[in-house]
Structures are given as C-alpha cells and as structure tokens.
C-alpha cells in the first residue's frame, strides 16, 4: 500500500510494476502534480490542468496496481490497517509507504498562514493567482495613492527555489503582460519585495549560483533583503524587526514540514523512522548522500559523503537529535562506519526512498533546525537540481 500520488509515491508504484505484489495507491485527489511548474499556474502563465495528471491514468498499464481516492486519516501499524475518509473504511496492507509530502511551515505563527499562503498544491496555486490578479484590479480602482502602492507592492518571504521562482516571475507578468491592459495604473511601477531571513538566497544552492539569482533577480526589479526575518505579518504590512512594508499582498515560501496522515498512532513518521535508524547503535542505518543538490538515503552501498554534506549532516543530526555538535560528528563517523561495513558485507541496495523521505527528512529537520534556532535562517526543504530552475538563469 502506498499513500501519496505525488512524486514519490509513483515512483514506488512504479517501481513496483513487475513484482508479485498487490499494489494500492491512495491519493485524496484523483491527481498528480508536476509542483516545479506550480509557480507558473500561480502567475497565470499556465492551466492547472497543464500541469497535473490522473494517478489512475498514470498508471493505467500497470495491472497489478489499484488506485483510490481517498484521504487516509489514521494507520495503525500494530493491526497493520490504515483507515480512510475518516473511518468509513479500513484496508489492511502488508506493507506500507507513507508518500504524503510535505506543507507550509509557519515556525510557530500558523496565524500568518491565512494572510501569506504558500505554493504546495494546485489549489495554493489558484488562491495565489486570485490575490496576485485581484491586487491589480484594487489597485486601478483605488483612489488613494497610498493605498495604491500597497496594492502594486508585492512580498514573498523566503529566498529559497520557490521564493526566487515567484519573484522573478510576478515583475515579468506585471510589466510585460499586464501592462497594456490598465488604465489608472502603471504595472511596470509593481515592486516585488523578496525578504530572505539567511545571508543569501538559495542558501541550499552552490554560491556562485545564489550570487547569479540575486544579480538576475536584481535585473529585474526586484529588492532582495537577505538576513531579514519577518517577525509580524499584519493585513496591510510585513514586518521585519522595526522594519514596515506595506503591502496587501504576501507569499509565503519560507519553511515545510513533513504532511503526515493526521492521526498516525504508533506509526513513525518518515523522520522519525529513519532518525531512529540514524541513531540506533546496533543497525548499519542508511547512507545519507547529496546528489544533485538532493539528499539521498540508501540502504547499503555508496557510504561516502563530501566534507560539505558531511558537515550539514552534522548540523542537522544536532538539531533533530539535541546531540552536541561533537557527539552529532561522532554519530554520522559511526553510522557511516556501520553503513561501510555492512555494505562490504552484502552489496545489495536494501531501501532506495526517493523525494518522499528526502524531501521530509530534511524539511523536518529544517524546521526542528530552524525551532532551535540553530543556523538562525530558514530553509527551504525544496532540492533541486539548479538547472531545472529555468527562471534562475
Ligand atoms: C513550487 C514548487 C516547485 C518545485 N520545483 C522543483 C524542481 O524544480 N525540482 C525538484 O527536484 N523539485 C522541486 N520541487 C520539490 C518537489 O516537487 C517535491 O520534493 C516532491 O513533489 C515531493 O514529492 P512527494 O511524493 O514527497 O510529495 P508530493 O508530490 O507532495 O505528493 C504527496 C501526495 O500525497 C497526497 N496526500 C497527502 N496526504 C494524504 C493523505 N492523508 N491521504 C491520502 N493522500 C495524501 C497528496 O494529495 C499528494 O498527491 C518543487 C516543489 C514546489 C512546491
């Protein structure tokens, strides 16, 4: 059983495809979504159809595979049974992949979330097309200038890929598609206000790159405030310390954290269950890799790790766990160690977990990370390879 049709999930199914198994999906909506694309149904530029496809259609030459809609709300591992819609149904698994991705994090000011949304599904993406079109037309009907410009005033939070991709592609639309359209208005005079809390954007980016976005985004129009964490969003302004900027528009692509079924009694989370691997002595544990920007978790296998991920290992084992940073180096030395071993014992890989694992593991651990206070910045949880981010070029 496998719940979640989004990158992961299909992944596993497909993966899944020849084996001697009853496979079942589950998904709360009849969809997939290619999310790198979201940002651009977010600006109007695309369809959400365009952008999204049945999981059931997906899968459809797939015959050992059953898909259904539903959301599941609890699993119990002990009876091994997941219930969905609430209870109406349970279904017994043998084995299950949670493949729920992940949401919006708010470090603690879920309050905020109403007034910044954040871009995960489709229909974020339509809620922020509505606020981003509708700030337009306020504002040609506005008759005080003030007023006015916080219309045309737009701020994102959070310089990581989805930040960076929304503010570059808000000016775009602003100036060149809206432009002939407005009359009382001069949409080429929109300001797009990206507040990144680290000292660089895409701090999970080679800094060339991040330098390259800032200078690119730059270019555009954009004000990139980087080491400034937004301390109050209010209806009409964003607050960064005694810093005001008045706006009545907000995006928020600041943090994630893992979505997990909401009722999860005696499940462990993805980060739970690989943190207890990570941190239990007497297994190997999986390997930890950055590849392409993303982290990879394998089983047994390749057991190196640069020094750079290897430090940001370190720091996030620290966070998550509460260990000192010299009892976290010593942990990732063992497992690494346990993982070598194992892996010259047995080649076999044991457990490949894709975008799923990555991207709650580390969302997770970004959020633990950033609760702690430790780095002092958020971070984006998102991965991806920097080519793949056309916008930042
Ligand atoms: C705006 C944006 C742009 C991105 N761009 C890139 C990029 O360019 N390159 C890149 O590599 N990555 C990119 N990413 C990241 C990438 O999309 C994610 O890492 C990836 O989608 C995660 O896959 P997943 O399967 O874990 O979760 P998701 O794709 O989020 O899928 C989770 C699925 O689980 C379902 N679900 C959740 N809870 C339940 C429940 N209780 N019951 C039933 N179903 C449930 C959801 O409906 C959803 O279909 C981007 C992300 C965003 C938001």
Redesign the pocket.
């Known amino acids: 059983m496998i719940?979640?049709?989004?990158?992961?999930?299909?992944?596993a199914a497909q993966t899944l495809r020849n084996a001697d198994a009853e496979v079942t999906v589950?998904?709360?909506?009849n969809?997939?979504?290619?999310?790198?694309?979201?940002?651009q149904v977010?600006t109007a530029a695309l369809a959400p159809s365009d952008i999204t496809a049945p999981?059931r259609w997906i899968l459809r030459r797939q015959q050992n595979t059953t898909v259904l809609l539903?959301?599941?709300?609890s699993i119990d591992v002990d009876r091994k049974i997941v219930s969905?819609d609430y209870g109406s149904r349970e279904i017994p698994y043998d084995y299950l992949i949670v493949?729920?991705?992940?949401r919006h994090a708010y470090f603690g000011h879920e309050e905020w979330e109403p007034l910044a949304p954040?871009?995960?599904?489709i229909e974020?993406?339509t809620e922020i097309r509505r606020r981003f079109l509708l700030a337009f037309e306020r504002a040609e009907k506005a008759t005080d200038e003030t007023e006015r410009d916080a219309y045309l005033t737009f701020v994102i939070v959070g310089g990581g890929?989805?930040g960076v991709?929304?503010s570059g592609a808000l000016p775009m639309i602003a100036r060149k598609a809206l432009y002939p359209d407005f009359r009382h208005i001069d949409t080429r005079k929109t300001r797009v206000i990206l507040l990144e809390g680290g000292p660089r954007i895409l701090p999970t980016f080679p800094e060339s790159l991040a330098s390259t976005a800032q200078h690119d985004l730059s270019d555009l129009g954009v004000e990139v405030h980087t080491s400034s964490i937004v301390t109050r969003i209010e209806r009409d302004a964003v607050y960064v310390g005694d810093e005001r900027y008045s706006t009545r528009t907000v995006f928020w692509?600041a943090g994630?954290v893992a979505?997990?079924?909401?009722d999860t009694a005696g499940a462990p989370s993805f980060l739970a269950y690989e943190l207890d691997r990570l941190f239990r002595p007497d297994t190997a544990g999986p390997e930890l890799r950055a590849e392409a920007?993303?982290i990879i978790l394998r089983g047994l296998g390749r057991t190196e790790l640069p020094a750079e991920d290897r430090a940001q290992l370190v720091r996030i084992t620290s966070s998550v766990s509460g260990l000192s940073a010299p009892d976290a180096e010593r942990r990732v030395t063992q497992v690494l160690a346990n993982a070598r071993t194992a892996a010259s014992q047995t080649r076999k890989t044991a457990v490949i977990l894709?975008?799923?694992?990555?991207?709650?593991l580390l969302a997770g651990a970004a959020a633990a990370w950033m609760a702690a206070g430790v780095g002092g910045k958020h971070r984006d949880?998102?991965?991806?390879?920097p080519l793949?981010?056309g916008m930042v070029r």
């Open positions: 719940i979640g049709g989004g990158f992961g999930g299909l992944a589950i998904d709360r909506t969809h997939h979504i290619f999310q790198p694309l979201l940002y977010a999981i539903g959301e599941i709300s969905m493949a729920t991705g992940s954040g871009l995960k599904a974020d993406a890929p989805t991709e929304l692509a994630n979505s997990p079924p909401r920007g993303r894709g975008f799923s694992l990555a991207a709650a949880g998102e991965f991806a390879p793949r981010w």
